[in-house]
């Protein structure tokens, strides 16, 4: 099948490769013209056959929007758009009703498998008219992983589910991300536990907390035992506020997502303000000493104050942030 793919990073270029080695004639474009088949977009437009199908794989939001409106003006009816980035589901009605307008047609697709999708196959999870999802189908055959099409891919419902589903396995995938990271906090800060790794790498068959996460975390700790240097920051890219904003929209409690991804949020803080204020509360109603930066004591006689595990912050000669200053 003839595809044009836009946006050659490092999921659209594997996906690229993918298709290619199963036989598929693949048009890509970017912005790099070391890497693009075409010059633009129109020249992209320019060498498809029609009825033509192209996939955007591009940042979510603005750049997604303005390379479907660019479409929307070369493409002609019959033709077909993909959004396989990570736009949020909200997204996908409006940009399916501005093709509409030139009678393109629309399909949203999550896709998963990160930078070993090209190996491994993708999960895929598409949303869309049945017509429009079954003539691509050659496409997601060669993009799923090999076995059974169900274990790979689905038709999740109308325009929009695909990226709602892809929404929600993120969601799902912090959860567990961070169950696997408490875990092997604890591990580290016991004396008695000798071989962290070999702990995982026990848990990978057999157990049922094995993953492919649980596998990756274990490459993790074979390429830098005991995670020395990694820098605690972790950034969040969308998927989890937007399903932690559904389940306040529709009442679902989703405690587990919440954390993780409050966690991620007090990565970023090298001093909390909020633990300032409790800080500062333990010592108005309770008469508890209030430690100024470089006082703490980091050991308690009979508990642990800060993990084993753990480094205490360094605030000898650098700032460290807590709460602004008030402009009042």
Same mark, same amino acid.
């Given at each position: 099948?003839?595809?044009?793919?836009?946006?050659?990073?490092?999921?659209?270029?594997?996906?690229?490769?993918?298709?290619?080695?199963?036989?598929?004639?693949?048009? $890509?474009?970017?912005?790099?013209?070391?890497?693009?088949?075409?010059?633009?977009?129109?020249?992209?437009?320019?060498?498809?056959?029609?009825?033509?199908?192209?996939?955007?794989?591009?940042?979510?939001?603005?750049?997604?929007?303005?390379?479907?409106?660019?479409?929307?003006?070369?493409?002609?009816?019959?033709?077909?758009?993909?959004?396989?980035?990570?736009?949020?589901?909200?997204?996908?009605?409006?940009?399916?009703?501005?093709?509409?307008?030139? $009678?393109?047609?629309?399909?949203?697709?999550?896709?998963?498998?990160?930078?070993?999708?090209?190996?491994?196959?993708?999960?895929?999870?598409?949303?869309?008219?049945?017509?429009?999802?079954?003539?691509?189908?050659?496409?997601?055959?060669?993009?799923?992983?090999?076995?059974?099409? &169900?274990?790979?891919?689905?038709?999740?419902?109308?325009?929009?589910?695909?990226?709602?589903?892809?929404?929600?396995?993120?969601?799902?995938?912090?959860?567990?991300?961070?169950?696997?990271?408490?875990?092997?906090?604890?591990?580290?800060?016991?004396?008695?536990?000798?071989?962290?790794?070999?702990?995982?790498?026990?848990?990978?068959?057999?157990?049922?907390?094995?993953?492919?996460?649980?596998?990756?975390?274990?490459?993790?700790?074979?390429?830098?035992?005991?995670?020395?240097?990694?820098?605690?920051?972790?950034?969040?890219?969308?998927?989890?506020?937007?399903?932690?904003?559904?389940?306040?929209?529709?009442?679902?409690?989703?405690?587990?997502?919440?954390?993780?991804?409050?966690?991620?949020?007090?990565?970023?803080?090298?001093?909390?303000?909020?633990?300032?204020?409790?800080?500062?509360?333990?010592?108005?109603?309770?008469?508890?000493?209030?430690?100024?930066?470089?006082?703490?004591?980091?050991?308690?006689?009979?508990?642990?104050?800060?993990?084993?595990?753990?480094?205490?912050?360094?605030?000898?000669? &650098?700032?460290?942030?807590?709460?602004?200053?008030?402009?009042?």
């Amino acid at each position: 099948m003839q595809m044009g793919l836009i946006g050659l990073g490092k999921m659209g270029g594997n996906m690229r490769d993918r298709l290619k080695a199963a036989g598929h004639d693949i048009v $890509g474009y970017d912005r790099n013209p070391d890497i693009s088949d075409a010059k633009d977009l129109a020249d992209l437009v320019s060498r498809l056959d029609a009825p033509r199908a192209v996939w955007v794989m591009v940042p979510a939001g603005d750049p997604t929007r303005d390379t479907i409106e660019q479409l929307a003006d070369l493409l002609d009816e019959g033709d077909l758009v993909i959004d396989g980035g990570n736009s949020k589901f909200t997204d996908d009605q409006a940009n399916a009703d501005l093709l509409k307008q030139q $009678g393109v047609e629309f399909v949203d697709c999550g896709v998963s498998g990160g930078v070993w999708g090209k190996e491994n196959g993708y999960g895929l999870m598409c949303g869309g008219d049945e017509k429009n999802v079954e003539r691509l189908m050659p496409i997601f055959d060669a993009l799923r992983p090999e076995g059974p099409r &169900e274990e790979g891919w689905v038709h999740a419902g109308e325009v929009g589910a695909g990226h709602y589903a892809k929404m929600v396995h993120n969601g799902i995938e912090y959860g567990l991300m961070h169950a696997y990271a408490e875990g092997w906090e604890l591990l580290e800060a016991k004396d008695i536990v000798k071989d962290v790794e070999g702990c995982f790498r026990a848990w990978s068959r057999g157990t049922v907390v094995r993953s492919w996460l649980l596998d990756l975390m274990v490459k993790a700790l074979e390429e830098t035992p005991h995670l020395e240097g990694v820098s605690e920051y972790s950034t969040d890219s969308g998927e989890g506020r937007w399903t932690l904003e559904e389940a306040i929209n529709l009442a679902v409690p989703m405690p587990v997502l919440a954390a993780a991804l409050f966690a991620r949020f007090t990565s970023r803080q090298e001093n909390s303000p909020q633990m300032q204020a409790v800080a500062a509360l333990r010592g108005q109603f309770g008469g508890h000493e209030v430690m100024k930066f470089g006082q703490e004591p980091w050991r308690k006689e009979g508990q642990a104050e800060v993990s084993p595990a753990a480094e205490k912050k360094d605030t000898s000669g &650098e700032a460290t942030p807590g709460a602004k200053a008030s402009e009042h």
